[in-house]
């Protein structure tokens, strides 16, 4: 059973950046992962924001961006906003099949 | 612009089969490069990737999910449908539809909350 470990929680200052993480243990992340990552706001339906590893949609905010560190994929928060506090889920694709992590849940503070 | 709207039963009986309907509107879901995926998220809990279905029919499961699940497409209503048997109080959650190009993920119903009690 494939696991996929994100950071359980996280605390940003406003105006600050944070870097989230996901991991996969089947080893190191690549492209042909597909890294998505989603934002989902309490009571909220899971927005998407980014696909294959560091593409954007046209409804992403500017401010985040995603990308390849060390053996996992990441999502940076350049200059956080109150509004950016939310859980966020990043998605893997294995073989023929997607994982989610855990989830991050993010604090601006 | 693309919706995608869930139905079906808010509560199930124990050891029934929960069977979801997610109605697609604005598009069709005939396309080349789309799947049509179902996903769901246990109360306070993250969420979990079920399955997929191409619109010839092709579907992927979660392995973990794999003994229990069938999802199924019907091109002429524009529906893809979940069926999931044996269902357990572990099985209540809200469950999403969502449409994935190959790599991505991007629109997704509301969701519907279902529930597995007697």
């Known amino acids: 059973q494939t696991v996929v470990t994100q950071e359980p929680s996280l605390t940003v200052s406003p105006g600050g950046t944070v870097t989230l993480t996901c991991a996969s243990s089947?080893?190191?992340?690549?492209?042909?992962?597909?890294p998505n990552w989603f934002q989902q706001k309490p009571g909220q339906t899971p927005r998407a924001l980014i696909y294959s590893t560091s593409n954007k949609h046209s409804w992403t905010p500017a401010r985040f961006s995603g990308s390849l560190l060390g053996d996992k994929a990441a999502l940076t928060l350049s200059g956080a906003q109150p509004e950016d506090e939310a859980d966020y889920y990043c998605l893997l694709f294995h073989g023929d099949s997607w994982v989610f992590g855990g989830g991050t849940k993010l604090t601006v503070l | 612009q693309l919706q995608l709207q869930e139905s079906g039963p808010g509560l199930v009986q124990p050891s029934e089969t929960l069977s979801l309907t997610c109605t697609v509107s604005g598009g069709s879901i005939s396309i080349s490069n789309y799947y049509w995926a179902w996903i769901r998220q246990p109360p306070g809990k993250g969420l979990e990737w079920i399955g997929n279905?191409?619109?010839?029919?092709?579907?992927y499961y979660n392995p973990s999910l794999k003994s229990r699940v069938t999802i199924s497409v019907d091109t002429s209503k524009n529906q893809f449908s979940l069926k999931l048997s044996s269902v357990t109080a572990a099985d209540t959650a809200v469950y999403y539809c969502g449409r994935q190009p190959f790599g991505s993920f991007d629109y997704w119903g509301q969701g519907t909350l279902v529930t597995v009690s007697s």
């Open positions: 089947t080893g190191a992340v690549t492209s042909g992962y597909y």
């Open positions: 279905v191409y619109f010839s029919g092709s579907a």
